[in-house]
Antibody, heavy 128, light 108 residues
Framework: EVQLVESGGGLVQPGGSLRLSCAAS????????MHWVRQATGKGLEWVSA???????YYPGSVKGRFTISRENAKNSLYLQMNSLRAGDTAVYYC??????????????????????WGQGTTVTVSS | AIQMTQSPSSLSASVGDRVTITCRAS??????LGWYQQKPGKAPKLLIY???SLQSGVPSRFSGSGSGTDFTLTISSLQPEDFATYYC??????????FGGGTKVEIK
């Protein structure tokens, strides 16, 4: 069964750090881009970071310089190191697999990626 | 950054109704758009990718259309299990992604 399981969430003080983990199983982890997405209570979804199969990393401005995404293919694991945490980082954090859902699209010069597998989420609370 | 505006933010509908949700991009994104369903306390689930392609296992009452800046998710006959929040997601700038604000579909 294809599965993603997050862990590592908890309560942390403002300015503190936390490392989230995501354990993958049931598929060839090293062959997929992976993402972190978060959701504050009662709010919408926000993309947090991505890592490609070659280890290239991407972040939105809201977390760039504070969060670091990484992967350890030998352990089928994805990580999110979160530093300088703020109250606004309080959320459920999901890891998600980016599946290639189409063949190569010549007009666009790309494949189409969709987040086709999600974990159950882990809760991060930043509070004093 | 590309902004995604979803409307309405919420709607009330009855079982059997036809429901339409729209998503507008701040710039053209070809057909690089997906639709996700999220139920309370659960992770999102991919319904539609590349604007109009149905993800495997998703009922055919769900359909998507649009290209460029304007997109639509349609549920042809709303079922009890469809009451949820729906999000659009642009991946034109993949891997940098932007979600719409969400549309909560409630029971009338």
């Amino acid at each position: 069964e294809v599965q993603l399981v997050e862990s590592g969430g908890g309560l942390v003080q403002p300015g503190g750090s936390l490392r989230l983990s995501c354990a993958a199983s049931g598929f060839t982890f090293s062959s997929y881009d992976m993402h972190w997405v978060r959701q504050a209570t009662g709010k919408g979804l926000e993309w947090v970071s991505a890592i490609g199969t070659a280890g290239d990393t991407y972040y939105p401005g809201s977390v760039k310089g504070r969060f670091t995404i990484s992967r350890e293919n030998a352990k089928n694991s994805l990580y999110l190191q979160m530093n300088s945490l703020r109250a606004g980082d309080t959320a459920v954090y999901y890891c998600a697999r980016a599946g290639i859902l189409t063949g190569y699209r010549p007009q666009e010069g790309s494949y189409y990626y969709g987040m086709d597998v999600w974990g159950q989420g882990t809760t991060v609370t930043v509070s004093s | 950054a590309i902004q995604m505006t979803q409307s309405p933010s919420s709607l009330s509908a009855s079982v059997g109704d036809r429901v339409t949700i729209t998503c507008r991009a701040s710039q053209g994104i070809r057909n690089d758009l997906g639709w996700y369903q999220q139920k309370p306390g659960k992770a999102p689930k991919l319904l539609i990718y590349a604007a109009s392609s149905l993800q495997s296992g998703v009922p055919s009452r769900f359909s998507g259309s649009g290209s460029g800046t304007d997109f639509t998710l349609t549920i042809s006959s709303l079922q009890p299990e469809d009451f949820a929040t729906y999000y659009c997601l642009q991946d034109y700038n993949y891997p940098a992604l932007t979600f719409g604000g969400g549309t909560k579909v409630e029971i009338k």
